[in-house]
């Protein structure tokens, strides 16, 4: 039996319901975590940053308007910072996020979820 699969996924979000569709089409099993009802830990958080391989700049959603309102396009915050903000807005962090094992990957483009599929 292959290792358990985690979705971390805000339930309105299109992108979202693309890539649970495409895993439910696939077969594959999995649970899924609303990360807008379950706020991550900041310690979640780091770990998934580690097993996506990408800093907390990286994952940052852009077009929520908490990116604007906190000028992250424009201030320079640490990673901790960063961090920080995320688990306190949620909406910040790019989605969603599938984790088998110890890797994952940021699922918000169809070809992303189709390949994580054929990893098996």
């Known amino acids: ?14 992108t979202c319901r693309k890539a649970i569709n495409k895993l439910n089409t696939r077969g594959m099993k999995f649970e899924l975590h609303d990360f ?8 979640e ?3 998934l940053l580690k097993r996506v391989g990408l800093s907390a700049t990286d994952v940052l959603r852009r ?10 396009d424009t201030k320079k915050y640490s990673d901790d910072e960063l961090i920080e903000l995320i688990v306190m ?7 969603p996020i599938i984790v088998r094992g110890n890797k ?9 979820v189709e390949e994580f599929c054929k990893r098996g």
């Open 1 to 14: 039996m292959g290792k358990s699969i985690k979705v971390y996924y805000k339930p309105t979000c299109t």
């Open 36 to 43: 807008f009802k379950e706020k991550l830990t900041k310690e």
């Open 45 to 47: 958080l780091k770990s």
């Open 63 to 72: 077009k929520d308007k908490m990116y604007k309102e906190l000028q992250l």
């Open 89 to 95: 807005n949620p909406g910040l962090l790019l989605r």
């Open 104 to 112: 994952a990957v940021i699922a918000n483009k169809e070809e992303i």
